[in-house]
């Protein structure tokens, strides 16, 4: 009997996945093709198809990475005692996100909710857990503010990491439509009105 020893792979899969991510995040799901792919992660067809699969499986990689990247942002000021600080910093860095975004890329995951919302339930469904872990991490630094008495046992945290979703969301898309002079004082008046209500 023949033993078959798979060869191991010879390219990086993790710079491959960023690379499918980052063509997704600037063209979208429909407009990018697999040239577009092959052209950025620099293999062939058959190699990508051989490795990941098709534009769907990779689409839904880059939909993964994006999630594991973002939310250990949140994680992070999950562990943290000072509730509204960190709730502050991680919108001002939201916000820093989008004043250096040059190239007008945008959140990925909201912009493939907008794209793909009830047109592929696997799909979908990738995208709303990205949101789900956002407001997990939300709601955990909230129910700590609780617990040390930073925040009022009356705030419902279940309703405000819902609320603080929502905000970070909007400051992305809104941030789109400002004028380049009046974006960092209109985005920073979103932050301090929306840390006002916890």
């Not at 250096?100 to 912009?111: L, P, T, V, Y």
Request: glycine residues 8%; contains cysteine.
């Amino acid at each position: 009997m023949v033993e078959h020893i798979m060869r191991p792979r010879e390219f990086d899969e993790g710079a491959v996945v960023d690379a499918v991510m980052r063509t997704f995040w600037r063209n979208g799901y429909a407009a990018t093709s697999m040239n577009d792919l092959v052209a950025a992660t620099g293999l062939s067809r058959s190699t990508i198809y051989n490795s990941f699969g098709g534009k769907k499986t990779l689409f839904a990689l880059a939909l993964k990475e994006y999630r594991r990247v973002t939310t250990g942002n949140v994680a992070k000021i999950s562990r943290s005692s000072d509730v509204r600080g960190s709730l502050r910093a991680l919108l001002i860095s939201i916000v820093d996100d989008e004043l250096s975004d040059h190239e007008g890329f945008g959140c990925f995951a909201a912009n493939s909710s907008l794209e793909i919302s009830g047109r592929d339930p696997e799909l979908s469904a990738l995208v709303a857990q990205h949101f789900q872990r956002l407001e997990s991490g939300l709601l955990r630094l909230l129910r700590h503010g609780q617990k040390t008495g930073e925040i009022s046992p009356e705030q419902d945290c279940e309703m405000l990491s819902r609320y603080f979703v929502a905000v970070i969301q909007g400051i992305r898309v809104v941030s789109k439509g400002l004028p380049a002079a009046s974006r960092q004082p209109y985005l920073h008046s979103i932050v301090e009105a929306s840390i006002a209500t916890v």
